[in-house]
């Protein structure tokens, strides 16, 4: 059995980003397993600009940004191997692939998990009514668009305002559909702040919110989807349905990261972001699995994918160097009063740096409020914030000396206040 010392699962822009970092801390062993045809993940069919301004200082498509890192893996000699599905891994790292060879099973002492996610299907939806052709993920009417050559349709409703919805509203307007309407089901919009004013506002486009697919309409073809609002608890209010005559629905309503295999390896899952659960260095509770990039949790900007990602690579090289401190104890990191996760979610005072960065997304629309961090019952810190929304990650640091101070025992929680700087919402 062939073996390696790193293995990274994932050839978009976490797994790019992993491979690299970790061959500049020394790992030459190295290999990439991708399940498409070329490397660069989703970034391939993002045609748009927006990309690159963390990273490279500088505003580039998708595709762009994704070459430049296929660039660095190539230029750093990481092998790697496309059209190569992982249908199985072991607790003790054992990984079972199939490709055009046939089937292969390796050994590697180190794992990364970059396999990003999925979209959210039409059956987890419950919507009501027949199949009919012309319902689309917003992702494969992207591909289709923007890969293809192809325009699923002329009249369009989107259901769901994450940034692919979003985005393809004004792709679709640019190729000469109509979008009449793009519905969202909560009272606020999952999508960055941006992407609603570039793509809906500067194209007239409606955005209608506590609204949701109540009925569709055609057998064959899809002829018209019927909207409603809805109350604080998600039923239907009667009296506000509205039919749109339409050839195509898009559904942009949620990822989900592609976790199969890390369940297979035994590693625990957090229920709310559906990612692994990961400490300070991004390492899960499999001893030598690390975690980065959408599957550990769904980000807004790929440079944050690929910041995160170079973290799980160094942390990968550390563990396989023998450059890791020795293990003090875990401290316990949770999310209150509107904080829905923290990344990660314990931390070892001993082998963490002199800070760690830890993201986290709220559950609605808050305003002039501060985000305190307790440790053991003590303010460490606060900071204030005119708004924060679910679409758009936070962070908040954390200082070693912070919690030297403290005496690195307890528990430390991140809470959202009101602007005075105590009490709750």
Do not use: W
Not at 53 to 79: C, D, M, N, S, W
Not at 341 to 360: A, C, N
């Amino acid at each position: 059995m062939k073996q390696y010392d790193l293995v990274i699962i994932g050839g978009g822009p976490a797994g790019l980003a992993a491979a690299v970092a970790a061959r500049e801390k020394g790992i030459q062993d190295i290999l990439l397993l991708e399940r498409e045809e070329k490397l660069g993940g989703i970034l391939n069919q993002c045609i748009h600009n927006g990309f690159g301004l963390h990273t490279f200082q500088e505003e580039l498509t998708g595709p762009e940004y994704a070459h430049r890192f296929v660039q660095q893996l190539k230029e750093a000699k990481i092998p790697f191997l496309t059209e190569t599905m992982v249908l199985a891994v072991t607790p003790e790292k054992q990984i079972t692939f199939l490709n055009r060879q046939g089937i292969r099973t390796i050994q590697a002492r180190a794992v990364i998990l970059a396999m990003g996610c999925r979209e959210r299907p039409r059956g987890a939806l419950n919507i009501p009514g027949y199949r009919p052709q012309g319902i689309y993920s917003a992702g494969t009417a992207q591909k289709l668009v923007n890969i293809d050559g192809y325009l699923p349709g002329r009249e369009v409703v989107i259901l769901g305002s994450g940034d692919i919805g979003l985005i393809m509203a004004r792709r679709m307007t640019l190729e000469g559909a109509k979008v009449k309407v793009v519905a969202e089901l909560m009272p606020y919009s999952g999508g960055l702040k941006r992407n609603i004013v570039q793509c809906l506002d500067d194209f007239d486009i409606p955005l209608k919110l506590s609204h949701t697919v109540v009925n569709v309409k055609g057998k064959e073809r899809l002829e018209s989807v019927t909207i409603a609002q809805v109350d604080a608890e998600g039923t239907v209010i009667e009296g506000t349905q509205e039919e749109y005559a339409c050839d195509t629905l898009l559904l942009s309503c949620g990822l989900i990261p592609e976790n199969e295999l890390s369940l297979q390896m035994g590693v625990k899952i957090n229920p709310v972001t559906n990612g692994p659960v990961v400490d300070e260095s991004l390492e899960s509770n499999v001893e030598g699995v690390f975690a980065c990039g959408n599957v550990l949790h769904v980000h807004d900007l790929v440079d944050f994918v690929s910041e995160e990602a170079r973290q799980a690579g160094e942390s990968a090289a550390a563990y396989l160097l023998g450059n890791r401190a020795e293990e003090g104890g875990s401290i316990e990191i949770e999310g209150e009063n509107g904080v829905r996760y923290t990344v990660p979610s314990t931390l070892d005072p001993q082998r963490m740096g002199e800070r760690v960065k830890i993201r986290f997304r709220v559950d609605g629309v808050y305003r002039d409020c501060n985000i305190g961090i307790y440790f053991d019952g003590t303010c460490i810190s606060r900071r204030k914030k005119q708004i924060m929304t679910p679409g758009e990650m936070e962070e908040v640091q954390i200082g070693k000396k912070q919690l030297e101070e403290q005496g690195n025992v307890g528990k430390i929680r991140i809470t959202l206040e009101t602007a005075e700087g105590t009490g709750e919402f």
